[in-house]
C-alpha cells in the first residue's frame, strides 16, 4: 500500500460530552488537550468491550464472537457509532470493539486515534477494495488482542 492509502488525520467528535477525539499519525491522540492511551488491560473481565453489526448482515456473523466474549467473562455495549466507540478504546474507555463488516469512512479516523493510542488492530487494509467495500474490524488493548482474535476462528 502506497504512503497515499494511509489515514494521516483523524476527527472523531460526541457532541452530547463535548469530548473531541484527534490524531495525526506519528504524533499520538488526543481527548480534547489531553494525550491518550488505550486501557492497559490484560484481561476481558476488567472492562467493557464495544461490538457493532451492521443489519446488512445477518446475527449469525456475531453470534459466535459474542459467545466467545461472554464465556471468557467479557462485557460488551453497542451504541450504534464505529467511530465514537472506536476513539473510545483510544481513549481507554473502552478495552476493544469488533464489527464483522464495516465501511473504511466508518472506521479510518478510529483506527488511526487507537494506533496512535498504543492499540493494535487487524489489518483492515489487506483487501485491495477495502476503501469501498470495507472489511471487519477488531482493535484492543495489546494485552487482550490475541485472546479476541482467537476468537474470529
Same mark, same amino acid.
Given at each position: 500500500?502506497?504512503?497515499?492509502?494511509?489515514?494521516?488525520?483523524?476527527?472523531? &467528535?460526541?457532541?452530547?460530552?463535548?469530548?473531541l477525539?484527534?490524531?495525526?499519525?506519528?504524533?499520538?491522540?488526543?481527548?480534547?488537550?489531553?494525550?491518550?492511551?488505550?486501557?492497559?488491560?490484560?484481561? %476481558? #473481565?476488567?472492562?467493557? $468491550?464495544?461490538?457493532?453489526?451492521?443489519?446488512?448482515?445477518?446475527?449469525? &456473523?456475531?453470534?459466535?464472537?459474542?459467545?466467545?466474549? /461472554?464465556?471468557?467473562?467479557?462485557?460488551?455495549?453497542r451504541?450504534?457509532?464505529?467511530? %465514537?466507540?472506536?476513539?473510545?478504546?483510544?481513549?481507554?474507555?473502552l478495552?476493544?470493539?469488533?464489527?464483522?463488516h /464495516?465501511?473504511?469512512?466508518?472506521? @479510518?479516523?478510529?483506527? %488511526? /486515534?487507537?494506533?496512535?493510542?498504543?492499540?493494535?488492530?487487524? #489489518?483492515?487494509k489487506?483487501?485491495?477494495?477495502? /476503501? @469501498?467495500?470495507?472489511?471487519?474490524?477488531?482493535?484492543?488493548?495489546?494485552?487482550?488482542?490475541?485472546? %479476541?482474535?482467537? $476468537?474470529?476462528?
Open positions: 500500500m502506497d504512503e497515499q492509502q494511509n489515514t494521516q488525520i483523524a476527527v472523531v &467528535y460526541d457532541p452530547v460530552q463535548e469530548e477525539f484527534h490524531a495525526m499519525a506519528g504524533h499520538g491522540a488526543y481527548l480534547n488537550q489531553s494525550p491518550i492511551q488505550v486501557n492497559a488491560v490484560q484481561s %476481558l #473481565n476488567k472492562g467493557l $468491550f464495544g461490538v457493532g453489526i451492521s443489519t446488512r448482515l445477518s446475527p449469525e &456473523y456475531i453470534i459466535p464472537f459474542l459467545d466467545k466474549l /461472554l464465556h471468557a467473562k467479557g462485557m460488551f455495549i451504541n450504534g457509532s464505529a467511530a %465514537l466507540m472506536l476513539a473510545y478504546v483510544a481513549a481507554g474507555k478495552i476493544g470493539y469488533y464489527e464483522p /464495516l465501511n473504511s469512512w466508518d472506521c @479510518l479516523a478510529g483506527l %488511526l /486515534l487507537i494506533q496512535e493510542a498504543g492499540g493494535v488492530m487487524n #489489518n483492515y489487506e483487501k485491495d477494495d477495502f /476503501l @469501498l467495500k470495507g472489511n471487519y474490524v477488531l482493535a484492543s488493548s495489546p494485552g487482550v488482542y490475541q485472546q %479476541l482474535a482467537s $476468537f474470529r476462528d
